[in-house]
Each structure stands twice: as C-alpha cells, then as structure tokens.
C-alpha cells in the first residue's frame, strides 16, 4: 500500500495510536525517585460481539500513562489523574508493551499507552450512553 509522505506522517513514530477506552479505576498519579510527575488510569478497549454467536470478543487492558519531567502537573497529567471510574475517552499516544518479573519469578507483560493527549468521548447525540457490554474480569 502506497503511503502519501507529508509532515503529519514524519511525526508520528510507527507505533502511534488513537482508541476509545473505558476507565476501570480513577486516575492515580505518583512521583518517581527522580521526582518526576506520573499520572496514570488502568483503562479497557472493547472488541464488540461476534456477529454469528453474539458472544463479546474480549477486552483488551491498558494503562493509560503520561509523565511530566519537571515534577508539575500538566493539562496531560491533569486529565489522566482526574479520570473517574466508568468514564470513557479518547487517548492518542504511543503502544508500548510494559515487561516485569514478579516476586514468584513469572514474566509478567502489560499493553501501557504513553498518553500525548486525552479528552472526554461523547456519542453523536451529545450524552455518555451506558452500554450493555458485560465488564471481563481484569486478567491477572
């Protein structure tokens, strides 16, 4: 597939992405040792039912993150510390893939978007509907 080469392309690293997530938990923010802001969401993606069996695809989980280098809020770390549980928006930023080994020796890997931008998702009609989809549990 051709692409058209122009400035939006140049800026954007290939792993950049936009979605539409639900909150699962409110916002937390913290500082690291260096004492460098973090603000972060754990947050879902739905894949919508199956057409044929009606049955709902699963979710795939994230951590919505972004950080602030010189340890104060940003409008990015404001909004993503200020998300609520139940509150659904759109995050643009960067798919990382986050690798840790726990106590118990297990490798352990977790889907985390560098957030660039969030705002508030609203239907066409102007309301936050409550969809029907049933909440998976979280995996472990």
Do not use: C
Not at 26 to 50: H, I, P
Not at 70 to 95: E, M, P, S, Y
Request: no cysteine.
């Amino acid at each position: 597939m051709a692409t058209k080469k122009n400035n939006s392309y140049k800026s954007r690293p290939s792993n950049y992405v936009i979605f539409t997530v639900h909150a699962v938990a409110d916002g937390e923010t913290r500082y690291t040792n260096g004492g460098n802001l973090v603000s972060n969401v754990r947050a879902f993606l739905s894949q919508g039912k199956e057409k044929d069996s009606d049955e709902y695809n699963p979710s795939i989980w994230f951590d919505v993150t972004a950080f602030s280098k010189d340890g104060n809020h940003t409008g990015i770390t404001k909004a993503i510390a200020g998300a609520q549980k139940g509150d659904l928006f759109t995050v643009k930023g960067r798919l990382a893939m986050r690798e840790w080994t726990g106590n118990d020796g297990v490798t352990h890997q977790q889907y985390q978007i560098i957030a660039n931008s969030i705002e508030p998702f609203s239907f066409e009609n102007g309301e936050n509907e409550t969809r029907d989809e049933e909440l998976e549990e979280e995996p472990a």
